[in-house]
């Protein structure tokens, strides 16, 4: 048995064959556009699964509660329901989350507005930078229970306490997230800034804000739900003033008194804003920014 070489010929290779193929009927292809049953579209629907997630849970706690069998260690969720309605209804619940809330609503905006000019200054300056990494890495670990002596001795026992533990736990979370967002901006993104002459501010929201926009609402995000810990636990240590104090204050009373159903309601409270907020607030920032940016799946 030889081997025998193959000798490619000289010049052109030959032409390909032609070949025509008829185009079928669209019958026979079928429906791509096909409209979706309606198992289908709930699936696909956020916030059906978000319901569908909470009643399961919801539910395992009525059965749990049921063979529990212990008012007093956890209630049912249909006992809990009662005395939430009651709380809101006849008692003194709604009082108590309109204050919470407004503090709340102080210490965070507080908090957001001195992260932003913490982290104005050091996207700016290397002085700036270096000053925030610095508190940051000092401030950040330090929970803001801690803080409660010092600010009982210099606000007193009121509102102004509160706020001024709410703002700490804010600001570095806000402003550690934000300042992580800048730092991974290209530098194709920043060197074409400085091409087109921004600096400062306009170099800050042009830019940098854009560009680490997913970092800024995951910061948001963590500071909101870092104040409302903060917030119950301050309220739950020193809530009340003049006759007033807020959801932690309400837990606090009810725990004394041995209402377990009523601590259950103003915890469940808290859990039903935070999901309001989260839903009407972030989920609707993210959706006309991020999402549809194309940042965010």
């Known amino acids: 048995m030889t081997n025998a070489s193959v000798i490619l010929p000289a010049g052109d290779p030959p032409p390909r064959p032609d070949y025509e193929?008829?185009?079928?009927a669209a019958e026979a292809i079928g429906d791509i556009a096909r409209k979706l049953t309606w198992r289908e579209r709930l699936l696909q629907n956020a916030l059906f699964r978000r319901v569908v997630i909470l009643v399961v849970l919801g539910l395992v706690w009525q059965v749990y509660a049921t063979i529990l069998d212990n008012e007093l260690m956890l209630p049912k969720l249909s006992v809990t329901l009662v005395a939430l309605w009651d709380a809101f209804v006849h008692g003194t619940l709604l009082e108590r989350t309109l204050f919470s809330l407004e503090i709340l609503l102080i210490g965070y905006a507080i908090g957001v507005v001195l992260a932003a000019a913490l982290v104005s200054v050091s996207a700016t300056t290397q002085v700036g930078n270096d000053l925030l990494s610095t508190l940051t890495a000092m401030f950040n670990p330090l929970p803001a229970i801690a803080l409660l002596p010092l600010a009982l001795l210099w606000f007193g026992l009121g509102m102004g306490s509160i706020v001024f533990v709410i703002v700490h736990s804010v600001l570095w979370a806000v402003a550690l997230n934000t300042h992580s967002g800048f730092q991974s901006v290209s530098e194709t993104m920043r060197?074409?800034?400085?091409?087109?002459?921004?600096?400062?501010?306009?170099?800050?929201?042009?830019?940098?804000?854009?560009?680490?926009l997913p970092a800024i609402v995951s910061g948001l995000k963590i500071g909101w739900a870092f104040a409302w810990r903060t917030l119950?636990?301050?309220?739950?240590?020193?809530?009340?003033?003049?006759r007033s104090g807020g959801l932690g204050w309400f837990i606090f009373e009810n725990r004394v008194a041995l209402e377990t159903p009523y601590v259950f309601a103003g915890l469940l409270t808290v859990i039903l804003i935070g999901l309001a907020i989260e839903s009407l607030v972030f989920r609707t920032l993210e959706t006309h920014t991020l999402r549809k940016w194309g940042m965010q799946r």
Not at 193 to 199: A, M
Not at 232 to 242: C, D, K, M, N, Y
Request: glycine fraction near 14%; proline fraction near 3%; charged fraction near 15%.
């Open 21 to 24: 193929r008829k185009v079928e």
């Open 191 to 212: 060197m074409a800034g400085q091409t087109f002459g921004l600096k400062g501010l306009r170099y800050i929201f042009g830019i940098l804000v854009p560009a680490a």
């Open 232 to 242: 119950i636990a301050a309220e739950l240590v020193f809530g009340a003033s003049s």
